[in-house]
């Protein structure tokens, strides 16, 4: 079972972060690379459970900046909780060298 605590909020960070970037590109052109500008995480909860799941949206989308919002839900015995909430400002750079 997975068991992520307090100490481990950077694994629960990293996957928020990962699934509000996703949406934030989807709005982008395919040249342009996306990069997080800010970030806020609010830890609701231990994350313990046999998965985690984030899912991630675009709440305004811009040519430059993108406000995006993102949940991570651990998984327990079939049940999914909410561990964590992110609010997230992403930068569009354009054709900027980066590749996947």
């Known amino acids: 079972m997975l068991s992520l605590y307090w100490d481990n909020g950077f694994a629960v960070k990293c ?3 990962i699934n509000v970037c ?3 590109r ?3 052109s395919a ?5 997080t500008a800010e970030y806020k995480v609010n830890f609701l909860s231990p994350a313990e459970g046999e998965k ?3 899912r991630g949206r675009v709440l305004k989308p ?3 900046l993108t406000v995006c919002f993102g949940e991570v839900h651990a998984i327990r015995e079939g049940k999914e909780k ?3 909430t992110m609010m997230a400002t ?3 750079r354009q054709e900027t060298g980066l590749t996947d």
């Open 62 to 64: 811009g040519r430059t």
């Open 90 to 92: 992403m930068i569009a």
């Open 52 to 54: 985690l799941i984030a």
């Open 82 to 84: 909410l561990v964590a």
């Open 15 to 17: 996957d928020a972060d």
């Open 31 to 35: 040249s342009a690379a996306v990069l």
């Open 26 to 28: 989807n709005t982008l």
């Open 22 to 24: 996703e949406p934030a």
